[in-house]
């Protein structure tokens, strides 16, 4: 770990830089050390401000244990950068260092990106999170999903958190394929009466009403009326040119139940028999999410240590942004206790499948 001054508990910016990006764990990457331990962090800038050298400690630590190849962190406080750090690897293969732009793919953080773009449409009056689903998308009303709400699908009660399928893994990654099969189904529960988080379905959800309603993918809406007006390096569907600067996914080896067990064990503190009740519900033969994984078949036969689909050949990325947002796009100001409220008083209860 790197040292700090007795008196102040922290270090300063250069020797956090040297320290957390230097040779050995971090090969490859060579940093600019510029400025003082009490300057400020500028946007692009690599680097820590005075107080935060703790974060840089974790950072470093993390590539000896447990092994991380590249990473990047970035911490905002009132709209001010106070942390901004990169390293290591963006491919191992070909020694392709992780710079300051490196794209990384993320999982379920696309969620808040599509409730985004959802109450935009809410705040422009185009759409009502009260009237039923099936007004925006008439196809929905089937299987008794007529009186399901908008908002249902955005705080995880539709009662649709897998696809039914069969589908395979082309028609996954295809939309339409994924869609027609959730118009088919049949809720899980009756809708509003419980919530299971929608791991896989909500992006499908929520963006096949955008799509009705704008006329344009989920991704092409994010793009023009999110990311292109805040200057964010972000994509719901990376486009091709931006494929060299993905850094790329170096799945974990398979392992199994008992091992994911003792693993949250000993990293949690918690006891074994909340750890088991846990994980059994959740990712268990028969779980909720132990068949979204499979994602209608598409992803079966992928172990449980990997990921569901094959992500490094997935277009369906969604990138980090370099910078945050300092404003809301379209008109009139966001009604935040609106969009933060809570919707459901009960816990997420990881059900087994009927």
């Known amino acids: 770990m790197t ?53 840089a400690d974790a950072f470093r630590a993390n590539f000896r244990n447990p092994g991380e190849v590249g990473a990047a962190c970035s911490v905002y406080v009132g709209g001010r950068p106070v942390v901004n750090l990169w390293g290591g690897l963006a491919d191992r293969e070909a020694r392709r260092p992780w710079r300051g732009n490196t794209i990384v793919q993320v999982a379920s953080t696309a969620k808040g990106a ?3 773009c959802a109450h935009l449409l809410v705040q422009r ?28 699908l955005l705080s995880h009660q539709a009662g649709l958190p897998i696809v039914e399928g069969p589908l395979t893994f082309e028609q996954a990654c295809a939309w339409h394929p994924v869609i027609r099969a959730l118009e088919a189904q049949q809720p899980l529960w009756q809708p509003g009466t419980e919530h299971v988080y929608h791991s896989v379905t909500y992006g499908f959800l929520v963006g096949e009403v955008v799509r009705r309603i704008t006329g344009k993918t989920l991704g ?14 972000a994509w719901i569907g990376l486009p091709e ?18 091992e994911l067990l003792a693993g949250m064990i000993a990293t949690t503190g918690l006891d074994a028999d909340t750890v088991t009740a846990w994980v059994n519900a959740v990712w268990a033969p028969g779980s909720v999410q132990a068949r979204a994984g499979e994602l209608g078949g598409a992803a079966r ?11 490094h050949s997935q277009r369906r990325r969604w990138g980090t ?18 969009l933060t409220a809570a919707q459901h008083p009960v816990r997420d209860r990881a059900r087994p499948v009927r």
């Open 241 to 258: 040119k931006q494929e060299k600067r993905v850094a790329r996914l170096h799945e974990a080896a398979p392992f199994s139940l008992e």
């Open 321 to 338: 942004a370099r910078r945050p947002a300092r404003g809301e796009p379209g008109q009139g100001r966001p009604r935040l206790p609106r």
């Open 114 to 116: 599509t409730a985004i």
């Open 220 to 233: 092409t809406f994010f793009a023009e009326e999110v990311a292109t007006p805040l200057g964010l390096s």
């Open 125 to 152: 009056g185009l759409l009502d999170l009260d009237a039923p689903v099936a007004q925006y998308w008439p196809e929905f009303a089937a299987a008794g999903k007529e009186q399901i709400p908008v908002r249902w």
């Open 301 to 311: 036969r992928r172990p449980i240590g990997g990921s569901h689909v094959r992500r």
């Open 3 to 55: 040292s700090g001054t007795p008196e102040q508990g922290h270090v300063g910016r250069r020797t956090v830089l040297k320290g957390v990006l230097g040779a050995g764990a971090i090969a490859g990457t060579h940093a600019a050390l510029t400025g003082s331990a009490n300057a400020s962090v500028n946007d692009g800038e690599r680097g820590v401000e005075h107080g935060w050298g703790k974060v």
